[in-house]
């Protein structure tokens, strides 16, 4: 079973907008991850917070995290048409090596 | 820079035969990661290697499924005995340490 679950499925914004998504995981964590795919090929790593952060950004990407409520947030602002993508949160639990539990993904469509 | 190498990109097989995918790291990267991804969802752990030791296998993993990675450099994946659930993406990852994974562009496999 996937820990990480995104919402919403999916999304469509005009160019210029920002883009928003959401991620629940059940269990403790060390670290979550968001990452990028595009349709048919590998995922790109975008950002990494750990249990004890509570906001990271990296360009116009702006992530937080709420240990509490066991979620997370992804920002993307002044979305461009090259955002368009599926983007995962991935969890890492414990002393699990970096294994990554991932969700099943928030499909971004962003329209020129 | 070389990233992570997967070959082949696609592979139809017919029921019952053996395949095998390879998985070539970026060449520091202590940690490799095999997952599967279906059409739609996010992608599922499988199993993982730190050097040459297979630390952790998914129960997803069934009999029919065995992964090496010898003197812990690249790895192979190999599927006996196919059936059609087994189509999907098959990506590798790797990673140096506990830091974010860098995947492949992931080996397609269609099981007819």
């Known amino acids: 079973s996937q820990q990480g679950e995104e919402d919403p499925q999916a999304l469509s914004i005009q160019e210029g907008e920002n883009a928003t998504m959401n991620c629940s995981y059940k269990?403790?964590?060390?670290?979550l991850q968001w990452y990028r795919q595009n349709s048919g090929r590998g995922l790109v790593h975008l950002i990494l917070i750990r249990s004890n952060e509570r906001e990271k950004h990296s360009g116009r990407l702006r992530v937080t995290l709420d240990t509490s409520k066991k979620s997370s947030s992804l920002l993307i602002t002044a979305s461009r048409a090259a955002d368009t993508a599926s983007y995962f949160c991935?969890?890492?639990?414990?002393?699990?090596?970096?294994?990554?539990?991932f969700g099943g993904g928030t499909r971004v469509l962003v329209k020129p | 820079d070389t990233g992570v190498s997967q070959d082949p990109r696609h592979k139809i097989t017919k029921r019952g035969q053996n395949v095998t995918f390879r998985c070539d790291p970026i060449?520091?990267?202590?940690?490799l990661y095999w997952y599967r991804q279906t059409l739609g969802q996010g992608p599922e752990f499988l199993t993982y290697?730190?050097?040459?030791?297979?630390?952790?296998k998914s129960r997803l993993l069934s009999d029919r499924f065995s992964a090496e990675r010898p003197k812990g450099s690249f790895s192979t994946l190999e599927i006996q005995r196919t059936e059609q659930g087994d189509s999907a993406m098959y990506l590798c990852a790797s990673s140096l340490w506990d830091l974010e994974l860098f995947f492949g562009e992931g080996s397609r496999l269609t099981v007819l």
């Open positions: 269990t403790s964590i060390n670290n």
């Open positions: 060449s520091e990267h202590n940690r």
């Open positions: 991935a969890t890492s639990q414990g002393a699990a090596g970096n294994k990554l539990t």
């Open positions: 290697f730190q050097n040459e030791a297979q630390l952790e």
